[in-house]
């Protein structure tokens, strides 16, 4: 084996030595956050002899049934991140509101939200799920943490990634200085560096999207999707081909890799939410990832990056990927409002 290969350990101290962005309590923050996918990623190939299929009896507050991997999944996180003195509190999609780092560990500056298990749909059919997760930095001078220092725009993470449990375990990581792979080495135990300066193809000929829903769409997202159907004889003059994996992390997974656009837009089934995924841990994670490896994100009006939260679970209207292609579909939202 090569001697050469870098660990996440390394990266990670040579980002802070390169750019000085890596303060040691935020790396000390995601080789924490890369041990427990570690953990989840060995409970996720264990499949029914660990006993992680299947759903349980509660929901979470949004209405989902939870699977029993959700539950695992964020106890490993909620475990693993309470006692290291580098967070003030944690946020996810399982859990109603924030959990405040107890009184009997220190507490520290970062703020870490997630998405514990992304895909859920897929655990039972063997198919690929991952985590997500988004971090910011707690506002000075707030005396006790809560909900609100968490509002903060996705343009203000100061890291954000994913992990994904496919074939191969890879997490995916931005501190600002564009995107780096990460390949877990099962036998080593370790993540190691397997691409850097991750680019998404500004042109792309593939579109995700769940064709399922068709009928609901708005008219923009109608007109984008006709007219990628039409292929070599519309006006696109080319073919598209079309993949929905119904794991965001999985489908963001294969856009990075070789470009396409994702969209999980507002539809008419509940015409009152802004659309199904939620903004702080699942699409501002990945619309950073997206941006900092030149592609786009946005809800169809502005940059999902410039949105001001109002809510820890609020939801939103997500178009990401091959720049010129979310470039087409913002305009189509902006034509059709004239
Ligand atoms: P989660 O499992 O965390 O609730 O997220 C699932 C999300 C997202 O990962 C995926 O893109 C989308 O839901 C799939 O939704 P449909 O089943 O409606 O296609
Ligand atoms: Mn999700
Ligand atoms: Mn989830």
Redesign the pocket.
């Known amino acids: 084996m090569s001697t050469s290969r870098i660990s996440l350990t390394r990266y990670l101290i040579e980002q802070e030595r390169i750019h000085g962005t890596l303060p040691p309590q935020l790396r000390l923050l995601l080789e924490v956050v890369a041990r427990s996918c570690k953990s989840i990623s060995l409970s996720v190939t264990k499949g029914a002899l660990g006993d992680i299929l299947g759903a349980t009896k509660t929901e979470n507050i949004q209405g989902?049934v939870q699977k029993k991997l959700d539950i695992i999944a964020n106890e490993v996180l909620i475990e693993a991140n309470e006692w290291g003195g580098h967070l003030a509190a944690m946020a996810s999609?399982e859990m109603d509101s924030i959990h405040v780092i107890p009184n009997r560990y220190p507490q520290g500056e970062y703020l870490l939200l997630f998405?514990p298990?992304?895909?859920?749909?897929n655990i039972d059919v063997n198919v690929s799920i991952g985590t997500i997760f988004s971090v910011l930095k707690k506002p000075e001078n707030t005396p006790a943490v809560g909900e609100a220092d968490f509002l903060q725009p996705g343009s203000k993470q100061v890291a954000a990634g994913y992990c994904v449990y496919g074939p191969q375990t890879t997490l995916v990581l931005t501190v600002g200085n564009g995107v780096a792979m990460f390949t877990l080495d099962r036998e080593q135990g370790s993540f190691v560096l397997t691409q850097e300066n991750i680019q998404v193809p500004e042109d792309t000929q593939e579109f995700a999207i769940?064709m399922s829903n068709m009928r609901h769409w708005a008219a923009p997202v109608k007109r984008y999707v006709d007219e990628c159907l039409a292929g070599e004889e519309g006006v696109r003059e080319k073919n598209f081909n079309m993949r929905?994996i119904?794991?965001?992390?999985a489908?963001v997974h294969r856009i990075l890799t070789r470009g396409g656009v994702f969209m999980?837009p507002w539809d008419k089934r509940e015409p009152n939410k802004p659309g199904?995924?939620r903004l702080m841990y699942e699409a501002n994670p990945m619309s950073w990832l997206i941006e900092q490896a030149g592609g786009a994100a946005t809800n169809g009006q502005q940059r999902i990056l410039d949105l001001q939260p109002a809510g820890l679970h609020e939801r939103v209207s997500v178009i990401l990927g091959s720049k010129n292609e979310v470039a087409r579909v913002t305009r189509y939202h902006a034509e059709a409002v004239k």
């Not at 298990?117 to 749909?121: N, R």
């Not at 119904?246 to 992390?249: C, I, L, Q, T």
């Open positions: 989902e999609e998405d298990l992304d895909g859920s749909s769940n929905w119904a794991s965001m992390v489908d999980y199904k995924l």
